[in-house]
Structures are given as structure tokens and as C-alpha cells.
């Protein structure tokens, strides 16, 4: 990857402005995202569900406190603080995660189907992806540690969607009830790993194989 440069006034100007539009949209999007998927959960007594709906309010959280640090006159300053803000927001859902999926394997809850679920965790793997890489690349290039690990927040929204789908689908299909509980235990393991990377301020890009290509064609096309 190419060393990080120094910014103009104007192209840091520029990209604050487009970090506070991500996490408008993203804070617009998630809550949204929450209470149907919560409702949904709550109709269907799914863990996963609910896990999925907790974790947009999370997605929330950790957006609001980057808009809230990209807000002050000196962002740099926060920078710390609202890292490990997303790192506690992290072992929250892992924790509320946790429990839920095991009282749900332990027969306390059926688990019914979700047609609704299933919409959701499918509109949300088309969008997260292009936006957590869209807010990466922002970040990176603004050297901002908070807004690279929200946008790794937003990637664990993806690995979380991908899961709770299986895990729907699977109930769906064949009945497996317990395939909504051990997604749930995969989003809460992702969090739990996610939570300690944030917490150590270790945000390495979850799409380097793609940046090294942008940066590859960059700099071909420089040279030509």
C-alpha cells in the first residue's frame, strides 16, 4: 500500500465532510434496520434476529460518536476516546448476544420463520458493503483511526447478515431452529474479536486486497 501523505487544508476539509454524510446515512440506515429487525426477532424468537437489531443500535452508536468527534475543532483530539467507545460498544452486543442465543438452544424460546428477517439481512449485504469500504478508504486517507474502526463496525454488519441469513434460511428450509442460535454465537465471537481490536486501536483495512489493487492502477496510471 502507498504511504499515507500529507493533506491540504481544503482535501481535509472535503473528507470531514464526507465522513459526516457516511455517518448520516449510516445512522439513518441502521435505525431503520433496528426496528424491523427487531420486531422481527421479537415476532419470531430468534436470537439472531435480535442480535442483528442490537447490533444496528451499536452501528448507531459508534456513528454518532464518530459524527460527534467530527464535529469538534479538532477531531485528532477525540480520536483515542471514541476508538475505545466503539470497542466497549463491541463487548455490549457480544455479551447480550451471547446470552440470548444461549437461553434460545436451551429450549427456552422456539424460533419461528422470518420471511421479514430474511429481507432485512439481504438488503443489508448489498449495502454495507460498498459503504464500510467507501468509509475505509476515507478514513485511511484521513489517517483516522475512529472512522476506520466504525467502518469495521459496518463490516462486522456484513459478516452479521451473512450469518443470521444462513441461519434463517436454514430454519426455514429444514426446521433447524438451532442454526439461529449458532449464528448468533459467530456474530457475538466476530464482536468480541472486533471489540479488541478497536479497544488496542488496531483497524488494519478488512479490504486490503482490493485497496492494493486500487493503489496498483493509481499508480500505473500516474506513471503514464
Known amino acids: 500500500m502507498t504511504a499515507p501523505v500529507a493533506l491540504s487544508v481544503e482535501r481535509r476539509s472535503v473528507l470531514h465532510r464526507r465522513v ?8 439513518t440506515y441502521n435505525v431503520v434496520e433496528a426496528i424491523v429487525a427487531l420486531w422481527a426477532g421479537s415476532l419470531a424468537s430468534s436470537a439472531a434476529l435480535i442480535g442483528f437489531g442490537l447490533d444496528s443500535i451499536v452501528e448507531v452508536l459508534s456513528a454518532a460518536a ?3 468527534q467530527f464535529t469538534r475543532k479538532d477531531p485528532e483530539r477525540w480520536e483515542k476516546a471514541t476508538v475505545r467507545a466503539i ?3 463491541f463487548f455490549a452486543l457480544a455479551a447480550y448476544v451471547t446470552t440470548d442465543a444461549v437461553l434460545a438452544l436451551s429450549g427456552v424460546e422456539k424460533v419461528d420463520h422470518s420471511p421479514l428477517g430474511i429481507g432485512i439481512a439481504t438488503l443489508s449485504l448489498i449495502i454495507m458493503p460498498v459503504l464500510a ?8 486517507e484521513l489517517g483516522s483511526k475512529s472512522v476506520q474502526a ?3 463496525q459496518l463490516l462486522l454488519c456484513i459478516y452479521l447478515s451473512g450469518t443470521v441469513l444462513i441461519g434463517l434460511v436454514l430454519n426455514t428450509l429444514f426446521g433447524w431452529a438451532w ?4 449464528a448468533a454465537l459467530v456474530v457475538a465471537a466476530l464482536a468480541v474479536r472486533e471489540g479488541i481490536e478497536a479497544w488496542r486501536g488496531d483497524v488494519e483495512s478488512p479490504f486490503e486486497v482490493l485497496e492494493d ?4 492502477d493509481d499508480e500505473e496510471a500516474a506513471s503514464h
Open 133 to 140: 469500504w467507501f468509509e475505509f478508504r476515507t478514513g485511511r
Open 87 to 89: 470497542g466497549i460498544a
Open 213 to 216: 489493487l486500487h493503489d496498483d
Open 66 to 68: 464518530v459524527a460527534w
Open 179 to 182: 442454526a439461529d442460535s449458532v
Open 20 to 27: 459526516r454524510l457516511i455517518v448520516g446515512f449510516t445512522i
Open 150 to 152: 466504525d467502518a469495521k
